[in-house]
């Protein structure tokens, strides 16, 4: 089986900081991908949260047909931009943008494909239960009772979603157990998920 821990790295710098709170305020959404092309940070957006990177081809019509992107502006982007991909062209350029393009839909993530196959919310779940533990752990003195300090962030859940019985109380039975005799550490039970979901390196 391939090393999934440069994946698991990679992936972990993909995500921009939420917690805490007032970290998030200021992070860039794009944090992770400053390393790679619009088009290409475009895409993953697209298929990671079925947001656009940019504004709708609408909105840029509109601007060139009232004279607000002239086409002198759209010849200096097409001469500037480094993607293969991109319109060879002043006129493919105006082409694309006259077409509607697509919309993009964001993968299921593994609760989505859950909720479709049982009809219990499990994305509400997993993302209430998440932040009700992550609202302890990255507290910052607000709390009337204080989560305990001692551990990383994976140890810290551990022990708190391996008393929680509310997946448990949803359907998710077992789950208590489950997350007991999970891997001690981070690492690896990233690795064990990853081999328990049949992933290749590319995915």
């Known amino acids: 089986m391939m ?8 992936a972990i710098h993909a995500i921009p900081l939420l917690w805490p709170l007032a970290t998030s305020v200021a992070v860039n959404p794009f944090l992770g991908q400053g390393s790679e092309p619009l088009g290409v940070a475009a895409a993953r957006l697209g298929r990671a949260a079925g947001a656009r990177a940019t504004m709708p081809r609408a909105w840029y019509r509109e601007r060139i047909a009232d004279g607000r992107i002239r086409d002198e502006d759209l010849a200096a982007a097409v001469a500037a ?6 319109p060879r062209d002043l006129a493919a350029l105006k082409r694309a ?7 993009p839909r964001a993968l299921p993530t593994i609760a989505k494909l ?8 499990w994305p509400g779940l997993v993302a209430e239960r998440i932040g009700a533990w992550a609202a302890g752990h990255f507290d910052r003195g607000q709390a009337l009772w204080a989560a ?10 551990r ?9 448990e109380i ?9 997350v007991a005799t999970a891997p001690t550490g981070a690492h690896e039970a990233a690795v064990r998920a990853v081999a328990s979901l049949g992933l290749d390196a590319a995915e």
Do not use: N, V
């Open 81 to 86: 931009a480094s993607d293969p991909q991109r």
């Open 3 to 10: 090393d999934p821990g440069p994946a698991i790295a990679a």
């Open 148 to 157: 305990p300090r001692h551990g990383g962030a994976y140890r810290r859940w």
């Open 170 to 178: 949803a359907g998710l039975k077992g789950f208590c157990t489950h």
């Open 159 to 167: 022990s708190f979603a391996s008393h929680d019985l509310t997946p």
């Open 97 to 103: 943008a006259a077409s509607e393009g697509t919309t």
């Open 114 to 121: 859950a909720e479709a196959a049982t009809g219990t919310d």
